[in-house]
């Protein structure tokens, strides 16, 4: 039985903690109403964007170093 690496596992705690923030950042704004909006995209949106991205990253760094670990 082995384990996985800490670098895998420290990445899924971010791309949890990620997502989790993510999701709850939007309960604290007021609901915006369709016609006070200027597009169809929600607010924070590109920040989210930006949350999701490190995460990938941060899971791929965790992939590699997983491989080349392996290889030793």
């Known amino acids: 039985m082995t384990r996985p690496p800490r670098a895998a596992a420290a990445a899924l705690l971010v791309l949890a903690a990620a997502v989790l923030t993510a999701g ?14 200027s597009s169809a995209t929600p607010s924070g949106y590109e920040e989210m964007r930006q949350k999701v991205a490190d995460a990938e990253s941060a899971v791929g760094r965790a992939e590699k170093d997983a491989t080349d670990d392996g290889d030793r």
């Open 24 to 37: 709850c950042d939007g309960d604290r704004a007021p609901a915006a109403t369709p016609s006070a909006t």
